[in-house]
């Protein structure tokens, strides 16, 4: 017979468990959103995300996806997290209209539990690597081949169809909502978010751990947004913005070194030519592009010191414009510039260096006018007689000791030859304009 405290205890225990399970106070799920093109911003928000779902002991977390797909490396990195989370990871494609393109049929196979809302598609898994085009077909083909045993063998970890995921590498097939529940793609095709978290509760999964049973029905949702230096990161990582920090650091760099001493077009160049160069490292470059880019603006800037016409011009606009459509390698839109960046950049760049650049290059040309420098050539009146020893003259609305070669009585025009510190050198221009009189004089006999 049961002890009367053992009784009590068993009792207690049960009462805190009902207790427990009738108020949900004890399982919250974490909620995080995934769209874009996958980059490592991309990367970094997911694992964060797991981390912090791990250290709160959250029930799971659910990765609302909509994504046209990204780069492989990124993709690969964010699946290695999931795999290895020991919090169950839920990825729901939505809202209505959204899409787990590309790398995004990777990320929804590596799922705990795969949900798609109405009005959703999935499919076309062919992610991009970084580095640029591929080089051959045979390389093409080792690639596709890596691509198909990859998300082969994530699909066979999670009991979903292997089969069509290599469709969706080798012949780029996409699936609805419907369609994916029926073709055991994914799990689940809910309209909300609070619908898949009651339709998820009770299912068990694996985890690093072992099993867990998904406990979701009442739990408390909390939203995690981006930090703030992901979404920085995330939109300097955009081709188009990365793009126009690199022209707007040329910009900054060459007005320096044309004019130097300006300082702040240079600090400011090379600070957006810098993040431009980090934003860039992590889309595939193609370095015919960028050499092509680079070409065209040495033709702009050769065109301010060789007269041709207009052909330096209209080759680096030329050069500049094709460059900068083959600068991003990638048959996917969303990872190349768009040519409304690129036409109004080129017209830019060319503007910039005809008229600013230009402008400078002919004001360093000019004479100067100011200081002691500016003095020379200027004319004025002798005050005092002037000769080889002292005397002083009227120049430029000031009195000035000056010295000259030949005696220069008072009040005669005079101009400046040299300026020796606080003291010109002079010469009278009656005495000029006789010798040059005289000059012409014998020249015509």
């Given at each position: 017979?049961?002890?009367?405290?053992?009784?009590?205890?068993?009792?207690?225990?049960?009462?805190?468990?009902?207790?427990?399970?009738?108020?949900?106070?004890?399982?919250?799920?974490?909620?995080?959103?995934?769209?874009?093109?996958?980059?490592?911003?991309?990367?970094?928000?997911?694992?964060?995300?797991?981390?912090?779902?791990?250290?709160?002991?959250?029930?799971?977390?659910?990765?609302?996806?909509?994504?046209?797909?990204?780069?492989?490396?990124?993709?690969?990195?964010?699946?290695?997290?999931?795999?290895?989370?020991?919090?169950?990871?839920?990825?729901?494609?939505?809202?209505?209209?959204?899409?787990?393109?590309?790398?995004?049929?990777?990320?929804?196979?590596?799922?705990?539990?795969?949900?798609?809302?109405?009005?959703?598609?999935?499919?076309?898994?062919?992610?991009?690597?970084?580095?640029?085009?591929?080089?051959?077909?045979?390389?093409?083909?080792?690639?596709?081949?890596?691509?198909?045993?990859?998300?082969?063998?994530?699909?066979?970890?999670?009991?979903?169809?292997?089969?069509?995921?290599?469709?969706?590498?080798?012949?780029?097939?996409?699936?609805?909502?419907?369609?994916?529940?029926?073709?055991?793609?994914?799990?689940?095709?809910?309209?909300?978010?609070?619908?898949?978290?009651?339709?998820?509760?009770?299912?068990?999964?694996?985890?690093?751990?072992?099993?867990?049973?998904?406990?979701?029905?009442?739990?408390?949702?909390?939203?995690?947004?981006?930090?703030?230096?992901?979404?920085?990161?995330?939109?300097?990582?955009?081709?188009?913005?990365?793009?126009?920090?690199?022209?707007?650091?040329?910009?900054?760099?060459?007005?320096?070194?044309?004019?130097?001493?300006?300082?702040?077009?240079?600090?400011?160049?090379?600070?957006?030519?810098?993040?431009?160069?980090?934003?860039?490292?992590?889309?595939?470059?193609?370095?015919?592009?960028?050499?092509?880019?680079?070409?065209?603006?040495?033709?702009?800037?050769?065109?301010?010191?060789?007269?041709?016409?207009?052909?330096?011009?209209?080759?680096?606009?030329?050069?500049?414009?094709?460059?900068?459509?083959?600068?991003?390698?990638?048959?996917?839109?969303?990872?190349?510039?768009?040519?409304?960046?690129?036409?109004?950049?080129?017209?830019?760049?060319?503007?910039?260096?005809?008229?600013?650049?230009?402008?400078?290059?002919?004001?360093?040309?000019?004479?100067?006018?100011?200081?002691?420098?500016?003095l020379i050539g200027e004319t004025g009146r002798a005050r005092t007689a002037v000769d080889a020893r002292s005397g002083k003259v009227f120049v430029h609305g000031e009195y000035w000791f000056a010295t000259s070669d030949a005696p220069i009585e008072p009040d005669t025009p005079i101009r400046v030859l040299k300026v020796n510190g606080l003291r010109l050198q002079v010469e009278?221009?009656?005495?000029?304009?006789?010798?040059?009189?005289?000059?012409?004089?014998?020249?015509?006999?």
């Amino acid at each position: 017979m049961m002890k009367p405290s053992r009784i009590l205890s068993c009792m207690l225990l049960a009462v805190t468990l009902a207790w427990t399970d009738a108020t949900g106070a004890a399982t919250r799920v974490d909620v995080i959103k995934l769209t874009g093109p996958i980059g490592p911003v991309s990367v970094q928000h997911v694992s964060a995300a797991i981390e912090r779902a791990e250290d709160d002991r959250s029930e799971c977390l659910v990765i609302m996806l909509d994504t046209p797909g990204g780069l492989l490396e990124s993709t690969q990195l964010i699946i290695k997290d999931m795999l290895a989370s020991n919090v169950p990871v839920v990825v729901y494609v939505a809202p209505s209209g959204a899409g787990a393109g590309s790398a995004g049929v990777f990320i929804t196979m590596s799922a705990h539990v795969a949900a798609m809302a109405p009005g959703t598609s999935i499919g076309a898994a062919s992610p991009v690597g970084i580095g640029g085009a591929v080089a051959d077909s045979t390389m093409q083909e080792k690639i596709e081949n890596f691509s198909v045993s990859y998300i082969r063998s994530i699909a066979d970890k999670h009991g979903r169809n292997a089969d069509w995921a290599e469709q969706a590498v080798r012949k780029s097939v996409a699936l609805t909502d419907r369609e994916a529940v029926e073709q055991n793609v994914v799990e689940l095709n809910v309209a909300t978010l609070d619908s898949l978290l009651v339709q998820i509760d009770g299912t068990v999964v694996e985890v690093r751990e072992g099993s867990r049973v998904l406990r979701t029905k009442d739990a408390e949702v909390q939203i995690r947004e981006m930090n703030w230096n992901h979404r920085v990161l995330n939109v300097l990582s955009n081709p188009n913005i990365a793009y126009l920090l690199m022209m707007l650091g040329f910009y900054g760099l060459i007005y320096e070194f044309i004019n130097p001493g300006a300082i702040f077009p240079g600090v400011v160049g090379g600070m957006c030519v810098i993040i431009g160069l980090f934003a860039l490292q992590t889309l595939p470059i193609n370095y015919a592009g960028l050499l092509l880019l680079l070409l065209g603006l040495g033709l702009f800037v050769t065109e301010l010191f060789l007269v041709s016409g207009g052909l330096l011009t209209l080759g680096g606009a030329v050069a500049f414009t094709i460059g900068s459509m083959m600068l991003i390698d990638s048959p996917y839109p969303y990872l190349r510039i768009s040519l409304y960046a690129i036409i109004p950049a080129v017209i830019a760049t060319g503007a910039f260096v005809l008229f600013a650049v230009g402008y400078a290059l002919k004001a360093q040309k000019r004479p100067t006018t100011t200081g002691s420098q500016g003095l020379i050539g200027e004319t004025g009146r002798a005050r005092t007689a002037v000769d080889a020893r002292s005397g002083k003259v009227f120049v430029h609305g000031e009195y000035w000791f000056a010295t000259s070669d030949a005696p220069i009585e008072p009040d005669t025009p005079i101009r400046v030859l040299k300026v020796n510190g606080l003291r010109l050198q002079v010469e009278s221009l009656d005495s000029s304009a006789d010798a040059t009189k005289q000059g012409e004089d014998s020249h015509g006999v």
